[in-house]
């Protein structure tokens, strides 16, 4: 039905048909863009107030425009009629809203890597938004809607980004993506946290009786004290700024104050006088005030200025990654709540050696590590009570062998994972092992690529190490720590049972494990499995 609007000087239009009785076509008709059900509302409040007696009053009132109506209605101070038949253009088009997904278990936060579109581009389910660093890796997000990115909220290189924020907006298809309305809750939710506002600053109170306090002074070098330093410095108001500490690391201690109290009570000028409080009645200004505080004990160090020459103490600050504080984070849950057990094995790999030698020969590329992991796997599937997890309150065995892998990148430690690795042979692990090493060095692991795990394998020996011992990754049970293969003498029999030295590649690895779930019997009859079918590689073939 076409919309029927009042023209100027013609009042007679909006005025219901003689005995009618009914509502003015004024309410009933006309069609908004936008908002259906909000401009029908509006629609049937003023029906309401017509049929109920006030359609006359009502006409009065939104020809002059009145802002109150008597039965409790509200109306802006505009003309009537323009009121009612307000398009909803005006208010923007609705958006679609995208929020920071959480992309592995643990993550809290996110950084926007990059946008892999622009505002305007067309969106379909599953086309890549943006990447997101997580706790873990660099994910890129897919987009779940079909639409338009319309706008884009949260820039890239953002950091700290909670889950749920808002970073962006879609419309639907044909709508105008330029108009899109902007949320009012919609902020950046950006990592760094604003600097703390300054404490306003409040009347001095009247001094009262107390020790003079010194205040460090802008400029000057902080001054580490001892505990018994400061209480003498503070009680004689005596300035250590310019004494060389004699302490260790740089610490003022007591016997300086001691030194520095006998210098000023022997007439010499000191650095600082003792503060003379005011009458009681005076009112500091606020230089005396602060000039009574508490002298400042450094926390950190001085912060070093580019440019300029390192002064004493300083540092140079190196922002942690969200990847860096996450293992900070789960090295110190696993070390202060896991009960750690430790046990060493050294294992013979010259049958190991020889094979991989026989396999490069056919051009088969496999490394020792690839040996280890399918011996692991082995020895798991023959051993299944290692195989498990602790959840904080019960232990579950797991029926599949998932192995992480221990990969050193730039922006920290990170365990893809082997899955199925009893069903795998050696090439195939070498390749998997190879694929998810480049990925997590690239920052290219999926969240099912490094989430969960029932095993970890971490190998230092590339590097030099002889033997270490390793953090367990929680809620796994056990982790092996190998170390490198080195020359040994060791005293063998002859067929004739002589006694003689040969020399062998010896390899040490270390198992750490959870106490509560696997005992210390338990843990040397799996490196004893282990030891046995790391040095007799044909037993991996046969499982």
């Known amino acids: 039905m076409p919309r029927q609007v009042p023209r100027a000087g013609h009042r007679g239009s909006l005025k219901p048909p003689p005995g009618a009785g009914g509502v003015p076509d004024y309410f009933c008709s006309g069609r908004q863009r936008g908002s259906p059900g909000a401009v029908g509302g509006r629609a049937k409040m003023a029906a309401s107030l017509w049929l109920s007696g006030g359609g006359e009053r009502l006409l009065r009132l939104l020809r002059a425009g009145r802002s109150a109506l008597g039965t409790g209605l509200s109306l802006p101070a505009r003309p009537g009629w323009r009121h009612l038949h307000g398009t909803w253009e005006l208010l923007g088009t609705p958006g679609i ?15 926007i890597v990059k946008w892999l579109k622009k505002e305007g581009d067309t969106v379909n389910v599953g086309d890549a938004l943006c990447e997101i660093e997580t706790d873990k890796a660099v994910v890129t997000m897919e987009s779940s809607d079909d639409g338009i990115l319309a706008k884009i909220l949260v820039e890239e290189g953002s950091k700290n980004v909670r889950l749920g924020s808002l970073i962006g907006l879609l419309v639907e298809e044909g709508q105008d993506w330029k108009q899109v309305e902007i949320p009012a809750d919609a902020g950046s939710p950006s990592s760094v946290a604003p600097p703390a506002p300054a404490p306003a600053s409040a009347p001095a109170a009247p001094s009262v009786s107390a020790p003079p306090k010194l205040q460090h002074q802008p400029g000057k070098l902080q001054v580490r004290l001892s505990p018994a330093a400061r209480n003498i410095l503070e009680t004689h108001g005596l300035d250590p700024s310019n004494v060389t500490p004699t302490g260790p690391r740089g610490i003022f201690t007591k016997e300086d104050a001691l030194k520095l109290l006998q210098e000023k009570q022997k007439g010499k000028p000191s650095e600082l006088k003792p503060v003379v409080s005011p009458a009681p009645a005076a009112v500091p200004s606020p230089a005396q005030a602060t000039a009574v505080t508490s002298y400042p004990r450094p926390a950190i160090p001085p912060v070093s200025t580019p440019g300029q020459p390192a002064a004493l103490g300083t540092f140079t600050e190196i922002p942690a990654s969200n990847i860096r504080r996450v293992i900070a984070k789960r090295l110190t849950e696993s070390k202060t709540t896991i009960p750690h057990a430790y046990a060493a094995a050294d294992c013979a790999i010259d049958a190991v050696l020889k094979l991989r030698k026989e396999l490069a020969k056919d051009d088969i590329k496999v490394s020792v590590n690839d040996f280890i992991i399918k011996a692991t796997a082995v020895t798991l599937k023959q051993m299944p009570d290692v195989n498990v997890t602790w959840d904080g309150e019960a232990c579950r065995r797991l029926q599949s062998i998932d192995i992480s892998i221990a990969v050193a990148t730039d922006r920290g430690l990170i365990t893809p994972i082997i899955k199925d690795v009893a069903a795998k042979g050696i090439k195939e692990i070498a390749a998997s092992a190879k694929a998810l090493a480049k990925k997590a060095r690239d920052g290219k692991l999926l969240p099912e690529e490094y989430q969960g795990g029932s095993f970890s394998i971490s190998n230092l020996g590339m590097f030099g190490i002889s033997d270490f011992t390793a953090v367990i990754n929680p809620p796994q049970a056990c982790i092996l720590a190998v170390g490198r293969a080195r020359p040994a003498l ?15 590649q010896l390899m040490t690895v270390t198992l750490s494990s959870d106490g509560r779930v696997v005992d210390d019997e338990l843990a040397s009859k799996f490196l004893e499995t282990l030891k046995a079918n790391i040095e007799n590689p044909m037993r991996l073939a046969l499982n």
């Open 97 to 111: 809203k995208v929020l920071m997904p959480a992309l592995s278990p643990t993550m809290e936060e996110g950084n």
């Open 490 to 504: 060791k005293i063998v029999e002859d067929e004739e049972g002589n006694e003689k030295l040969e020399q062998h």
